[in-house]
């Protein structure tokens, strides 16, 4: 019997920030990732050293580490942690920083995730990837994720019967988000038709079910409420986080997600079941992901979304609102600071300051990571659960 986890009481995230995307850039990780650290700082209107916490997480830092981006940065934190786990980073470094500040090991932890896209970025990291990608994947010309994908999708509607109509429905509706983010790249809206339309990549993946890799970065802090209170910051409560790596190992393909191992607890431990979300932002590398997060989040059965889709709008303004700035299928993917689009996206409609993507009386956020796909399966999952505060 696993002992039950402590409360997050006293510890909050705020000062949401993205550092504007573009297409390509010529900047370093680095360069990315100081800028986001600057925008912190202004925004906080606290100095550099008052930070003693980071953690960190990009692509194409290496040969760096969040070791040696503390000496480009010039900082010297007590607490650091490098989190290379793509869709999930943006949990796992709020429950870790929330964690270490709890323990007073640190004050201010600075959460960073940012990625250089320069002409063969992409290129480079797919065949990087992973020990499989290097041996088993690329050399025989199927590097990146499009046709794990495929397999995962062609799968997921063999079994289910969701149809491309129902995927594109997602799409839409999250390009339409989109339209309303400042950030977003995909700046013209999209049909069903034009969806439908769009060129094969590998069956049944077709061009607007791909992220667009993109260079940028985004971050958040996280400190006790007291901080918060006395710079006068806006700031969220933290309910529940869960992270699982590995999850079912026995599956011949993927078809479920570490979420189902713990969402139970997820749940009891926040106090608030699926039906109180107001807002969710999920990891949208492919949209067969967001199915899959959709069903084991618990917002309906196992191979039921499809039917869900099919009765909600997704939108801001609509039923069930969905990656309300657009999601990466939308905004862009930004390399590992993918996995902090949908964070920071919560954290500022929790305080009520989204702008343009604001849900009206939203209070009770689900962010969900999804990151790390090796051939068949993405291995590290997560969900944070985040409360807007009355303070």
């Not at 977003?184 to 060129?199: C, E, G, I, N, V």
């Not at 969402?263 to 967001?290: S, T, W």
Request: aromatic share 8%; charged share 20%; with cysteine.
């Amino acid at each position: 019997m696993r002992p039950r986890r402590a409360g997050y009481e006293g510890i909050v995230a705020t000062v949401p920030i993205t550092v504007p995307y573009q297409r390509y850039s010529i900047n370093s990780a680095h360069w990315w990732l100081g800028r986001a650290l600057g925008a912190l700082l202004r925004e906080a209107g606290i100095a550099k050293h008052d930070i003693d916490g980071m953690c960190v997480s990009s692509f194409t830092l290496a040969p760096d580490t969040a070791v040696g981006l503390t000496q480009h940065l010039g900082m010297s934190p007590r607490w650091l942690d490098h989190i290379p786990m793509g869709g999930a980073s943006g949990v796992i470094g709020l429950r870790r920083a929330a964690r270490a500040v709890q323990a007073g090991d640190a004050s201010i932890v600075a959460c960073l995730a940012g990625d250089a896209n320069q002409v063969d970025s992409f290129r480079n990291t797919v065949s990087q990837f992973s020990r499989f990608a290097q041996d088993a994947v690329y050399p025989y010309g199927a590097g990146g994720p499009n046709a794990s994908f495929a397999l995962l999708t062609k799968h997921y509607m063999q079994q289910t019967g969701a149809t491309r109509e129902d995927f594109g429905k997602l799409c839409v509706a999250q390009r339409d988000n989109a339209l309303h983010y400042r950030h977003a790249l995909m700046k013209k809206p999209l049909t069903l038709r034009q969806y439908l339309d769009a060129r094969e990549i590998t069956d049944p993946i077709h061009l607007f079910d791909c992220v667009m890799p993109c260079a940028g970065a985004d971050a958040f802090l996280v400190m006790r409420e007291e901080q918060a209170l006395a710079l006068q910051l806006p700031f969220v409560r933290i309910l529940s986080t869960i992270e699982r790596h590995n999850a079912w190992t026995q599956d011949v393909i993927q078809t479920r997600g570490g979420w189902t191992v713990d969402r139970e607890e997820f749940y009891e431990h926040a106090g608030v079941g699926p039906a109180d979300v107001d807002v969710m932002q999920a990891y949208d590398d492919y949209p067969v992901i967001n199915m899959m997060q959709i069903e084991d989040l618990g917002f309906c059965e196992k191979g039921g979304a499809p039917e869900f889709v099919r009765a909600n709008t997704f939108t801001i303004d609509g039923s069930f609102p969905f990656n309300t700035n657009g999601g990466q299928l939308s905004v862009g993917q930004a390399g590992a600071a993918g996995g902090y689009l949908g964070m920071v996206e919560n954290l500022r409609q929790l305080t009520g300051h989204a702008g343009d993507t604001q849900v009206a009386n939203a209070r009770v956020g689900l962010v969900s990571g999804f990151g790390m796909i090796n051939y068949d399966r993405g291995i590290c999952t997560a969900a944070a659960l985040l409360a807007r505060s009355d303070s």
